[in-house]
């Protein structure tokens, strides 16, 4: 196979996988990775987010890079590693809108659906993630590591009625 070829294969593979992945993990140099919907629109991953009710997008700058993980939709596993340059779009400009267009359709329980473009152009901020073309080789091991802690844990005591209702005992009648 010649390299021209190689990268030609790589390319498919990015956009192939990425395309039907609901959901890719991107890592920004010095922040660890982060699991983030997006949406593939014309040779990039697009992303929003960094504004109230929004994904975060910690470490993504314009201009940066991030290495991109893309998983199997089926089972989870992860099919590819990619290199991207990260480009912040302008609120309301062409490639903007043409985004945000793609994005709208593919947020899921927004609260404001219909003015949700508007609100994204205020208080978000709309990146694409540009395959540089090089693909990282997969890992040998699970990589897997602790869930990020966050304020949504709800961890409390289970109710003392829990067990008596899932296991179905009744009331003894006396």
Sequence with gaps: ?????????????IEEATKKS???????PGVPARALW??????????????PGEQPLPGLADG????????????GGRLVSWAATVVELAPRSEAWTAAVGEL????????????????WARECRVLRLEPTGATSPLPDGSLAEAPLPTPATTRRPVPAALPRLLLGRKRRRR
Excluded: I, Q
Excluded at 22 to 28: N, P, Q, S
């Design 22 to 28: 609901g959901l890719v993990w991107v890592e920004a």
């Design 64 to 75: 940066g890079t991030a290495e991109v993980t893309v998983r199997s939709k089926d089972k």
């Design 38 to 51: 997006h949406v593939w629109h014309e040779g990039a991953a697009c992303v929003v987010g960094d504004g």
């Design 1 to 13: 196979m010649t390299p021209m070829t190689g990268a030609l294969l790589d390319r498919a593979l």
């Design 104 to 119: 709208k359709g593919k947020r899921l329980n927004a609260p404001d659906a219909e003015t949700m473009p508007e609100r």
